[in-house]
């Protein structure tokens, strides 16, 4: 068992700062190192920014349409607004000379950007170009963040109401084809060991499954390893009640011991509350490794079927 | 930075910063500062922090803000001052959109014409995009009523969280005439050069084959429906803007000491200067850096006399613990020293840090615990 099969979509969302972007980039890999033809993507308002995604293969400057080589099978892009508008544009319109001149006019390029659910239908539109090509057998998107996630989400099925035809309704039509087919299409939801983040990736399961989007797999990223056997914590416990309130300076090493505390809650409840169906993952917490090393050992660990020490029996 | 003269004068403060970093708590915690010096406070929120809104009896996306209930804070131990209130709002962009149709449009005839549009239906049932507008258009709305002495607004919790800062301007320039008659010529007619009646065939063509000629004229039809809103909404934009760049504003880069956290704290003062606005400075959460005198398991070991034992070997085992959290506490000062000098950068006040709290903030009097150290910060 592995978070995601050998699905052509894989879409990876959560809380801000979870660890989204490090996990699709250690998934990309795992996919890669498997063989196949990878792509690895990020959703981003433009190309001005550096890119968190790519910043894990080196890439982070790459500003360009087309996807980028990184090795051997392995490409980085990023699914922008303006590259999606100038893309349908180009279909639409096939005379390049016409689509140059049409993307300068500033009053279109500003209606498709200001205009609500326009430069969404960019970026729906730019990833249904690069499905369609057939040129990697996996794509993996780093989304935004919860809400813009469910948003980005939702959408395709309520452009496809209102724009049932042309290109952008093909398009879209396709894309919730893909989308809606868990054999095509794998989400996987990430989140922290405490109970905000681990409620609210309940909750973004459900928004997704209510588009038609089936959630594969749930991450519980960054577990504290627990040095303590059940008397020693017992003893810590009882000799932490003694001090309470007699005026000692604060032991050093009991706000990590909380938070140890309110970790194992939090993956207790994560065990708990998830629909059955979705497949869990724990990744430990690495201390002091840069990023990319991080994603290095979130791969390395992901690739080992987990068993969860609070699993559904 | 002087936070809690900010929260006693300005009328507007505006929280930034990348998702994660704690900034609906940070948000609501000012909130609850300003409101126990004495002012009527309400905090705008996008990011709906579910047990945070219940703990102060926050309906989630209902269709006003609500104030929170005195008793609730005194139970808690707030007590605010007379006159002083606190209210808090989960925007709802759908309810914000209904309001501008509400107030703008001539009367209930054309209200009925733009509501029946596809378009209007699917705008209000997709909330991207819409989150930005609704916030800038319910800032400058609350602020115009003065029905509040100061707003908080808690920005979306994303990297174009920003997109809230530029909303005003890029909703100016959708706003703008001349983009709007080469979508909508008849609306503007008579207005139309013959130059932009030849443009607006290109863009014409380009979306009835991009998004289907039925759609197209749709498009036509909405905006020429929704064109008389368009004049007052622009006037609006220009508002918003005005007030965010006025001295009653004030912008905060909310951030916490993780590892990218610096980076994305520059990132964002960068992205308010690009905006022609001055970023006050950074309030670094959850942070470590303010830790007073502590005792190490090492050294209750040696004052206990303890040798072997089950106490012994779980302090022994609490060392690592202990030794992480002075190096978090270290490392945390010194990226408050990082913070300060670059807050202080570009007419900036440079940074404060908030305790890392041991429960998450999801109750009253953790919220109240909070607003202490603001109030505390001059």
């Excluded at chain 1, 981003?44 to 890119?51: E, K, Q, Y």
């Amino acid at each position: 068992m592995s978070v995601v099969s050998n699905q052509e979509l894989v879409l990876v969302t959560g809380k801000g700062g979870v660890g989204k972007t490090t996990l699709t980039a250690a998934l990309a890999r795992a996919a890669h190192r498997s063989g196949r033809r990878v792509l690895v993507t990020e959703v981003a308002p433009d190309v001005h920014n550096p890119s968190p995604v790519l910043g894990y293969f080196g890439k982070a400057q790459y500003r360009e349409e087309e996807p980028v080589l990184i090795e051997p099978r392995l490409f980085g892009v990023r699914l922008t607004p303006p590259i999606g508008h100038r893309q349908f544009l180009r279909a639409a319109l096939r005379v390049r000379l016409l689509v140059d001149t049409a993307m300068k006019s500033a009053a279109l390029t500003r209606f498709l950007l200001a205009a609500p659910t326009f430069p969404e239908i960019g970026l729906i539109y730019q990833l249904v170009e690069l499905l369609r090509s057939k040129k990697f057998d996996q794509i993996f998107v780093d989304l935004p963040a919860t809400g813009h996630a469910i948003a980005l989400a939702s959408l395709p099925k309520v452009v496809h109401r209102i724009l049932p035809t042309g290109l952008i309704g093909d398009a879209i039509g396709e894309g919730l084809a893909i989308m809606g087919d868990p054999k095509r299409t794998a989400a996987v939801v990430i989140t922290l060991p405490e109970a905000m983040p681990v409620t609210e990736s309940v909750e973004l399961i459900d928004a997704f499954s209510k588009c038609s989007i089936r959630v594969a797999s749930a991450v519980l990223n960054k577990l504290p390893p627990d040095p303590f056997n059940h008397d020693e914590r017992k003893s810590l416990t009882e000799l932490l009640e003694r001090r309470r309130g007699t005026g000692e300076p604060r032991l050093l090493g009991t706000r990590e011991l909380r938070r140890l505390e309110r970790a194992q809650n939090a993956q207790r409840s994560f065990h708990e509350v998830l629909p059955p169906d979705v497949a869990r993952f724990e990744v430990p917490l690495f201390e002091g490794l840069d990023h990319r090393r991080v994603a290095e050992e979130m791969e390395a660990t992901l690739s080992r079927p987990v068993r969860p020490s609070w699993g559904p029996r | 930075m002087k936070l809690a003269e900010l929260i006693r004068t300005k009328e507007v403060v505006v929280c930034c910063g990348a998702g994660g970093v704690g900034k609906t708590t940070t948000s609501a915690a000012l909130g609850l500062a300003a409101a126990r010096a004495g002012r009527r406070a309400l905090v705008l929120t996008i990011d709906p922090a579910r047990r945070l809104a219940q703990a102060l009896g926050i309906p989630p996306m209902g269709n006003a803000p609500v104030q929170i209930d005195a008793a609730l804070l005194e139970a808690a131990g707030v007590n605010l001052p007379p006159g002083a209130e606190l209210h808090a709002w989960m925007l709802d962009p759908k309810v914000v959109l209904e309001s501008i149709v509400d107030r703008f449009a001539p009367d209930e005839d054309a209200k009925r014409r733009i509501r029946e549009t596809r378009l209007y239906k699917a705008l209000s049932e997709v909330m991207t995009g819409l989150q930005e507008y609704t916030a800038a258009e319910a800032l400058y709305d609350f602020n115009e009523q003065g029905r509040f002495d100061l707003i908080i607004l808690d920005t979306p919790p994303s990297r174009n969280a920003l997109d809230f800062l530029d909303a005003p301007r890029r909703l100016a320039r959708f706003l703008d005439e001349r983009t709007l008659s080469l979508f909508a010529p008849d609306a503007f007619a008579q207005k139309s050069s013959t130059l932009v009646r030849a443009a607006s065939k290109v863009v014409h063509t380009a979306i009835s084959k991009a998004f289907g000629e039925s759609f197209a004229n749709e498009l036509q039809h909405f905006l020429g429906a929704f064109g008389t809103l368009f004049g007052k909404m622009r006037l609006h934009a220009k508002g918003v803007r005005q007030l965010l760049m006025s001295d009653k504003s004030a912008f905060i880069v909310i951030t916490s000491p993780e590892e990218m956290a610096l980076e994305e704290a520059l990132f964002f003062k960068r992205r308010i200067a690009e905006l022609g606005l001055v970023a006050e400075g950074f309030v670094l959460n959850r942070s470590y850096a303010t830790d007073g005198v502590c005792q190490t398991p090492a050294e209750l070991i040696e004052l206990e006399g303890w040798t072997t034992g089950v106490d012994a070997e779980a302090l022994r085992k609490l060392g690592p613990l202990a030794d992480h959290e002075m190096r978090r506490g270290r490392a945390d000062r010194e990226l408050l020293g990082t913070l300060v000098l670059e807050g202080r950068r570009d007419g900036g006040q440079g940074a404060i840090a908030l305790p890392y709290l041991d429960e998450a903030v999801e109750d009253i009097p953790a919220l109240a615990q909070l607003s202490s150290h603001i109030l505390a910060s001059d």
